[in-house]
């Protein structure tokens, strides 16, 4: 039989021992892993390198050294922008004039502490991001100075209660606030929220009301129209033509010449600025249609107007006047027979006309306008008429005849001239050189002839040598050198009733 062989069994190991084993070659392998991030987190931490992850406001600094994350961050200050808000309105400014200084190199220094230090380290892995806050100061003088600059902007002054005109009458106007920049507050609210600002690139301005100083004008407007809603009544006086027109004003038309001191209303006090001008040019335009040449004064016409409105006693009084005419001469007229049709004593026509020789049929000349005789203010309510025909006179007062009474006129050769004239001058006893004549109550009423002050007028029976007494038997038929002779009893009734002004109308 063949030898039996044994071969060699090698010795069963436990289980147990296996897995202990492993664990100390995995224990082995942490250790080593441990060791060499421990090595790379202290290579990093040791190094000037800005761990990855960091942010500055909206600027990423990770993986840049100090020197680059400051020139980085200096860079992005330059250029960013803060919108003040206000009232719907907005102003975009750099940080450096609401007095925001970044200190770049300290920003980047507190960057890269971020995640060497657990606290660091710990927020920044919540956040998934390490976020720094910036190192900055505020310079607050510089911040008032650009607030202060800014406010004129943002100030909407408040509306003062008022009035207005419409319709002829003043209606109130409400008051409403404004508003201006509060700065002290705004300032305050910086000082507390500028990182905010920064960073949300928004800062909204505290604003404070500016409330109106006037804000009921409703019991001004009561007080105006209690003073001007009457019309004012315009009477125009023709002293030429003894006519009188008259219109009514009313509120709705004269208050378009009124423009009322808001500056006054706002203070509660009634006051007005009325255009005068206007006013007389609507007068004249009134007047100039009734034809006939005819103006009024528009100066005198609208301040006139104008010291009516608001006035109780609302009449308003003209005066008429009259433009030069042209007149086209006929056949076989002559400067005298123009001046007795015009009423117009001819030496004044030549002085119209400069340079005039003589007068042929055709020849255009001017005559001069009747209101130069007439130079001074006129008594409407009294008048005087002269038939130089009929060698009588008739005087009224207040449209009803007060006295009539015989006259005498100039002869031929020095007649006396038709037209509308005035009483301008009293002496009680005159003397007319050229003719060696004393008159009583003489009353001058024309010049013959514009440059020479000698008149022609009223007078009693008049003396020569110092006691012969002239043509008392005289009286109706003309005598005289141009006056308009009357008893020396009537010249002394006429002479005390006849003031300045009064017109005298001579008829041919």
């Not at 980047?108 to 190192?135: E, I, K, N």
């Not at 909204?204 to 003073?227: G, H, M, V």
């Not at 009514?248 to 500056?263: F, R, Y």
């Not at 007068?359 to 007439?374: K, M, Y």
């Amino acid at each position: 039989m063949p030898a039996e062989i044994w071969l060699p069994v090698p010795p069963t190991r436990p289980v147990g021992g296996l897995l202990r084993l492993l664990a100390g070659a995995l224990l082995l392998l942490t250790l080593l892993l441990a060791l060499l991030f421990a090595g790379g987190a202290l290579l990093l931490y040791e190094s000037r390198w800005i761990f990855p992850g960091v942010w500055v406001l909206d600027v990423p600094v990770g993986g840049l050294t100090q020197t680059e994350a400051a020139v980085t961050l200096a860079d992005s200050w330059q250029n960013r922008r803060i919108t003040l808000v206000s009232s719907g309105r907005s102003w975009a400014v750099a940080p450096a004039e609401l007095g925001m200084i970044l200190d770049a190199g300290a920003t980047a220094a507190r960057a890269h502490q971020q995640g060497r230090t657990w606290d660091s380290l710990r927020q920044g892995w919540q956040q998934r991001r390490f976020t720094v806050v910036p190192a900055w100061q505020l310079d607050t003088a510089v911040a008032a100075a650009h607030l202060t600059a800014l406010a004129p902007e943002i100030t909407i002054a408040p509306v003062e209660a008022g009035l207005v005109w419409q319709n002829g009458r003043f209606l109130p106007t409400p008051a409403a606030s404004g508003q201006t920049l509060d700065v002290d507050a705004t300032l305050a609210l910086l000082t507390q929220q500028a990182a905010q600002g920064v960073i949300g690139g928004r800062f909204d301005l505290i604003s404070k009301p500016l409330l109106p100083t006037f804000a009921d004008a409703a019991p001004l407007a009561e007080q105006a129209n209690a003073r001007l809603s009457h019309p004012i009544a315009v009477r125009a006086y023709d002293p030429i033509s003894d006519q009188v027109w008259t219109w009514q004003l009313t509120p709705e038309l004269w208050g378009q010449w009124l423009t009322l001191d808001t500056a006054a209303a706002q203070r509660g006090e009634l006051q007005w600025r009325f255009d005068a001008a206007q006013a007389g040019a609507y007068l004249n335009t009134q007047v100039a249609a009734l034809g006939g040449g005819r103006y009024v004064n528009q100066k005198e016409a609208g301040t006139a107007v104008a010291a009516a409105v608001g006035q109780p006693e609302t009449a308003v009084g003209l005066r008429i006047y009259h433009q030069p005419r042209q007149h086209t001469v006929r056949p076989g007229e002559t400067l005298a027979s123009i001046g007795r049709d015009y009423g117009i004593p001819y030496p004044w026509i030549q002085q119209a006309n400069p340079g005039l020789q003589r007068l042929f049929a055709g020849q255009t000349i001017t005559i001069p306008s009747p209101d130069e005789l007439i130079p001074l203010p006129v008594v409407e309510n009294k008048r005087i008429i002269v038939s130089i025909t009929q060698q009588r006179m008739w005087v009224y007062e207040n449209g009803t005849l007060k006295w009539e009474w015989p006259v005498s006129t100039g002869i031929v050769e020095s007649p006396t001239a038709p037209g509308i004239f005035q009483i301008q001058s009293h002496e009680e006893n005159a003397y007319a050189g050229n003719w060696d004549l004393w008159m009583p109550y003489f009353m001058g009423i024309y010049r013959p002839v514009p440059t020479v002050e000698f008149m022609n007028g009223f007078h009693g029976f008049p003396t020569r040598g110092g006691s012969q007494l002239l043509w008392t038997g005289n009286l109706g038929q003309p005598v005289t050198y141009g006056c308009i002779l009357i008893s020396t009893t009537n010249a002394q009734m006429l002479y005390n009733w006849a003031e300045k002004g009064i017109i005298v109308e001579v008829q041919p």
